[in-house]
């Protein structure tokens, strides 16, 4: 079942290089980052839960069906039963809030390390890492509970979904992930706002962050190129993690709550840009990080290098045995 917006291969493909470049990006921060710090925690962190969703997005795909507030997968589990769809949603949803959160921190913790040191102390000590890991918690609890007190069985879900609908739904009837949570738009309005308070926060972070870089720099002695690479980086991540992730899910969300009646094919195309993220972001931390950047130079520079001296060789042997075929003149 190709995705709207582009074919299956594509997105496995995307897949398969977006892990193969999360396993190397992780041995890269983890034997180039003496300069970093305990920032690099952060970033993997970060990955690590971009790495995931994605995962989750190629193989569990769900679908808009919007205005109507329901699902079904198109991914390579598409078959899963009623029972184990609601654990994927609900795994799906706590990948979301784990990368965005994520990516609050590691911008917050940019901008403390390199503009607010005195601060660091309240960013590392014990409260506010369990404060973190409650906030986190909390929220795992409130999807997980979201989605226990709407679902049903399978087949009450179907027959909610024909009588609520006059039979529109009908036809999804045959996807056995296929999931209805009731006309009420109760739930994608709790989780449009709720999401958009997330989104609100990290806005300001954003814009705090921005306009304190500018600030702090004219007064500040000069930063290194490392410690600018690190805000480059946070910065462009951000940017990236709000059109490819938060922009698609708020406007699906959005056109469900709100009931825009033919908006499942367009919903179903800007999710389908959630498929490259993680790549995109694994680039983007390689390209913009100062150590992770000369490694990388280096290790394609030795590459290129290896390419040639072996096409030199291969050529070499080749006039060789040219040389060894020719008729002699005498």
Known sequence: MDSVFMPDFIIYAFCVVSIVLGIF??????TKSKVLGSFKYYLINQLIWSQLFEVAVVFLKPMSISPYLGSYFGGILR???YETTLVSVAIWGILFINVQMSTVLSLVNRY????????????????????IAMSHILMYI????????????????RQKAHNDTNGALDVYFEQSTFIYLGPSKLASKCFLFIDMFIMIGLLLCITYFVVNVFVHKKKSATISKTAASLLLSSLVQTFLFIVFLIMPIHYALAMTAFE????????????????????ADVICMLCCIVPYRNYCRTLFKSAVQTVKSGSNVWNTAYLFKGASVQPSNY
């Open 25 to 30: 990006s992780i041995y890269v921060i983890l």
């Open 112 to 131: 403390v390390f390199v503009f607010r040191p005195e601060y660091r102390p309240y960013l590392e000590n014990k409260r506010s890492i369990f404060l």
């Open 260 to 279: 825009v009646q033919d908006s499942a094919f367009m919903c179903n195309v800007i999710l389908s840009l959630s498929n490259v993220h993680s790549t």
């Open 142 to 157: 409130f999807v997980v509970w979201l989605l226990y007190a709407t679902s049903e069985t399978a087949d009450i879900i």
């Open 79 to 81: 078959h899963l039963s």
